[in-house]
Each structure stands twice: as structure tokens, then as C-alpha cells.
């Protein structure tokens, strides 16, 4: 469970220090805790959901006054994820959407993952057996319905957007962006449309 916790702390630094603050007017609070639960837990198991939970948490309120707030903060956020990432030695400039999936199922995070053209310039990301859909799908009601974003899609989104071209200096959803039904959730996974430019 340690590689889970690795990750879903990347997206949560990422997110909250490149998008978040900028919307609580820089309060560091959240990066605080972070810190707090990284030193004290034992049980990465229970770190990484509580990770989770937290930047759920975080997004749904956002999310509040206009969903599309998630997909804006992924223009902000795409190039520190990347940063984030390649200090875990993640490097996407050198992985394929593929060895992505293939990571996240030999780290036991997911069961399966895999991607499917479905129109032009279109794909879906489908997300099966996710380590951590009990604890956000079913306490937040996100069955069967839309609204949020899976956070392993949106970093998808992200390599899907590199190998399309994307530099940093540009406009990511130039290149990859979501649809506007964001991700719907299964009780145990996702599925995720994106616009590519393949």
C-alpha cells in the first residue's frame, strides 16, 4: 500500500498547492495535515484513504458552486503533478498510457485499467476495482452518478496530454480535456470520457 499512498499524496500536494490555495486565499493549513498524517501513520493502508477522503473532501466543495471548478484546476495543477511525479521516479515523458496502467495494476491499486476509442478524438477511461472506491464511492453517494473526477483519470488526462504534444507552457486542454460529464462513477471504479488530440 505504499506506492498507493505515494501517488494519491502526489495528486494531493499538486492539487492543493497548485490550484486550491489560490481559492482560499493561500492558507497552508491543508498542506499542514498532510505533513502531520505522512509522519504519524503507520498503517499506509489508512493513510492513503484518508489522502483520499481528504481531496474528495476538498473537491466536492469546490465543485459546489460549478463542477467544472475541478477541471479548471487541472490547467493549474498539471505541471507540478508532473514535477511531483518525477521526484517518485515517475517520469510520464517516458511511459506509455499502457505502462500507466500496467503500473497501477502491479502496485495493486487497481484490478484492471484500460482505455477504448469510442469517437473521433474521443476516449474513455475505464477504472475497475479501485483499492479506494469503498471509502469515497459509497460515503459520498457518487454511484451512478457524475459531478466529480477520478483523480487516477485526471492524471491520465495528463500523460494522454504529453504524448499528444503538450508542452507546459501551453494550455493542456488544448491537447486533452474532459467532457462534460466529468466521470461516472461505478461502485467500485470509473469511467472517464476525454477529448484527445490524436
Known amino acids: 500500500m505504499r506506492n498507493i499512498t505515494k501517488v ?8 492543493i498547492l497548485g490550484g486550491v490555495r489560490q481559492y482560499v486565499n493561500g492558507k497552508r493549513y491543508s498542506f499542514n495535515l498532510l ?20 481531496t474528495y473532501a476538498i473537491m466536492r466543495e469546490l465543485s459546489s458552486s460549478s463542477k ?32 500507466w496502467f500496467k503500473m497501477l495494476k502491479e502496485k495493486g491499486i487497481v484490478k484492471n485499467a484500460y482505455m477504448r476509442k469510442i469517437g473521433d478524438n474521443l476516449v474513455e477511461i475505464i477504472i475497475e476495482g479501485c483499492t479506494l472506491a469503498p471509502v469515497i ?37 488544448n491537447y486533452a480535456k ?11 471504479g470509473a469511467r472517464t470520457k476525454l477529448w484527445v488530440k490524436l
Request: contains cysteine.
Open 8 to 15: 494519491l499524496v502526489c495528486l494531493t500536494h499538486s492539487t
Open 35 to 54: 505533513f502531520l498524517a505522512n509522519y504519524y501513520c503507520q498503517n499506509m493502508d489508512f493513510a492513503a484513504r484518508i489522502f483520499h477522503a481528504y
Open 68 to 99: 467544472w471548478v475541478q477541471a479548471i484546476l487541472i490547467k493549474i495543477y498539471a505541471g507540478r503533478l508532473l514535477d511531483l511525479l518525477g521526484k517518485m521516479g515517475i517520469d510520464f515523458s517516458k511511459m506509455s498510457v499502457e505502462d
Open 137 to 173: 464511492h459509497a460515503p459520498l453517494g457518487m454511484e451512478g452518478r457524475t459531478g466529480d473526477i477520478c483523480p487516477l483519470s485526471a492524471m491520465t488526462m495528463v500523460l494522454l496530454a504529453l504524448k499528444s504534444g503538450w508542452k507546459r507552457s501551453e494550455d493542456i486542454n
Open 178 to 188: 474532459l467532457t462534460e460529464d466529468l466521470t461516472f462513477f461505478t461502485k467500485s
